[in-house]
């Protein structure tokens, strides 16, 4: 017996959907960059390019409002440095600060800010 999903414009096996989405799956996941992110590399990086502002340990202590980066998520880190690197989101300092960065970079610096032990602590 084969499963059919009813839609507008007729049926579709069940099977044939689950090749479909699979197929389009791995075309999504073979067309993605994929970096193995090098932590060291990224604090190589994050020391010659960020520590001046954030911290060699990710925390400023020269301004509190620089963000803290230490602890934080890396899919988070790597977001918000494409943002400023296309021009998404706006920062005069961090447009030009991210727009040297290679996308093996961002996943390089965002490891290693979010192998750091997070200095934020939640209040009970």
């Not at 005069?92 to 610096?109: H, K, Q, R, W, Y």
């Amino acid at each position: 017996m084969t499963t059919f999903f009813k839609l507008s414009n007729g049926s579709v096996p069940l099977a044939r959907m689950t090749l479909a989405f699979m197929v389009g799956a791995g075309i999504a996941l073979a067309s993605t960059p994929s970096f193995a992110a090098n932590i060291a590399a990224g604090k190589e990086k994050a020391g010659a390019l960020c520590a001046a502002c954030h911290g060699v340990d990710g925390v400023s202590v020269i301004d509190p409002s620089y963000p803290k980066l230490a602890g934080q998520y890396p899919d988070y880190l790597a977001r918000v440095l494409v943002e400023y690197k296309n021009g998404t989101r706006k920062n005069a300092i961090m447009n030009g600060m991210a727009a040297t960065l290679s996308a093996e970079d961002i996943a390089n610096v965002s490891a290693f800010y979010a192998s750091l032990p997070s200095p934020l602590k939640s209040k009970k």
